[in-house]
């Protein structure tokens, strides 16, 4: 008899507190376990299942790719590698650029800060994050991430990585008092670091949402990419989590149009729907050049895998087939009306952010009027934790982290599904006791 439960080693949890069912299938936006109980997925699990589950043009292609050819190394060409960086450079729109495929979000975080270094010729070049950010677990990715859970394990200083205060505009660090002048302060903040430290290569941050749960003021995006080219320092916009439909638009930092345009940006978990590992860095031209005639000595025995890369291509398709960018903007600002609706009916909910797709974010406090956080970053009030198990018991998953509770449904869901998902957090969040 074996145990997952006594036996595999899981991610971010207590191993003694972990017992969740078994998952044996899905389909669109619900997965079901073993015990035959269906879950409507209103985070897409890992924020990552943007295609939903099971996608059947997905399951196809591994599916043919695997009855030509499962591999070959780097050293070697690959039909769908060359195809899905064609794919990718087309959306979008590095013209001349190269794609550098990695295994998932943490190790192209990774390789986008050695390219911008390489590039600029400063091969420990100072990068600059922010703090409350998450860019992955290897240790160069938690050295990039400004989260305070992984932050004891390593010593971003030794990674030559610098943290500047987020455009967290609700709690803005620099004490503004609105959205565009937190904007502007956070971009100054930026600066002054890049200012600071004459070997700078890159800024990397996301363009729109993520882990974190904090969305920039608009204005942010496009006024860091100019603080970043004045100064001839890259823009890396982790894109692993905002891509892929998921704010909007193919890639979130379009939205901004040129003005929004990065050096670099890194790929994964909607580039296969999350269905095959892989991930992804894109070049633009210029830092394509500068690295064309230099060595690298870098890569993974399983980059650019034929059996990830065929699944990409498939995926990419699947999002223009099904006009998935366009409908997750117009139900994801359907989602967003109805969570304000939710925040006049709940004093516990502080504050709604993101709509610009199927991302939003809804902050929860003690006060609305102080903004009293309702518990200490990052732990879980536990009429929080029971939210999410009653929500499982009503077959909806929801993810939280924190005071947050973070919804981003597969972008395949239906208007009934997800109608459904917000009904029955309003019955929950009128249900907790938030004292
Ligand atoms: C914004 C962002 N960057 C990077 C990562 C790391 O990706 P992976 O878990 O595939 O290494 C994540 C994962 O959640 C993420 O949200």
Redesign the pocket.
Known sequence: MTSEREQVLHSWCVQADWDAPTIVGGEGARFRDDRGREYLDMSSL??CMNLGHQHPALIQAIQEQAGKLCFTTAAWGAGPRAELAARLLEKSGFEGGRVFFTL????A?EHAVKFARLALGHPRGTIVTRHRS?????YA?MALSGDSRTLAQVDPTRHGVVHVPPPYAYRCPFGTPTEEACAQAAVHSVGAALDAHPDAAAVLM?PDA??NGIVAPEAFWPGLRAEARRRGVYLIA?E???GFGRCGEWFAWQRHGEAGRPDLM?L??GLTGAHIPL?AVVLSAEVAKKVEHQMLYTGLTYCGHPLACAAGVAAIQAYEDEGLIERSRSLGAAMFQELQALKERHPVIGDVRGGHGLFAVIELVRDRATREALSAWPSLHPALQRLVEEAREGGVSFAVRGNLILLAPPLVITEAELGRALALLDRLLANGTWA
């Open positions: 890992a924020e998932g979000g943490a190790d975080n998450y860019h992955g677990a290897t990715a996301e993520g882990t982790d692993v989590m905002s890194t994964a978990k991930g």
